[in-house]
């Protein structure tokens, strides 16, 4: 989980932090207001230590490095293959590593463009999904990565 500066996990600082938002909303369907209270603690705690905004950002992206790096961890002690830790973890740690470094993108995102990261990542979401035919489109027809044929060469596909 992404490192929470001292004081503004709990309130303690006086500033709304992370969990206030979380208090707010209750469980979040829409998780920006979290990530960007998130977004804000972190900035805040960057500037007070002098720290440029690009500086900053490139912390954070290594933080997403850091948990995906978890991520694999927990994915290698799941299959047993490190034998000096045996099978050390579960799928249930995979899922929780996996949380964190979709919790840390998003956090770096909010952190990058503060005023836009939803609609951005809505926008480019839209165009990857663009890329796979059938990503839950009423009327796409399924690529051969989702178990499809492929159309034979030369073959026009049907309108």
């Keep these: 989980m992404p490192d929470v500066p001292d004081g503004d996990a709990d309130g303690a600082s006086g500033r709304p932090g992370p969990d206030d938002a979380c208090r707010e909303r209750g ?3 829409d998780v920006w207001p979290v990530v960007s ?3 804000r603690a972190f900035d805040a705690h ?3 230590r002098g720290m440029t905004r690009e500086q ?3 912390l954070q992206v290594l933080k997403l490095s850091e948990e995906t790096g978890e991520a694999a961890q927990a994915v290698i002690g799941v299959q047993g293959t ?3 830790k045996g099978y050390s973890h579960a799928w249930e740690d995979v899922h ?3 949380a964190d470094v979709v919790i840390t993108g998003l956090v770096a995102l909010a952190r990058m463009r503060p005023d836009d ?3 951005f990542l809505g926008r480019h979401l839209e165009r990857q999904a663009a890329r796979f035919p059938a990503a839950g489109r009423p009327g ?4 051969p990565a989702d178990g499809g044929q492929a159309p034979p060469s030369g073959a026009r596909r049907r309108p």
Excluded: F, I, M
């Excluded at 796409?140 to 690529?143: K, N």
């Design 56 to 58: 900053q950002w490139t």
């Design 27 to 29: 469980r979040p369907q």
């Design 46 to 48: 960057g500037e007070a």
């Design 117 to 119: 990261a939803a609609d």
């Design 37 to 39: 209270a998130l977004a």
């Design 140 to 143: 796409a027809e399924p690529s």
């Design 82 to 84: 490190n034998p000096r």
């Design 96 to 98: 929780a590593e996996v």
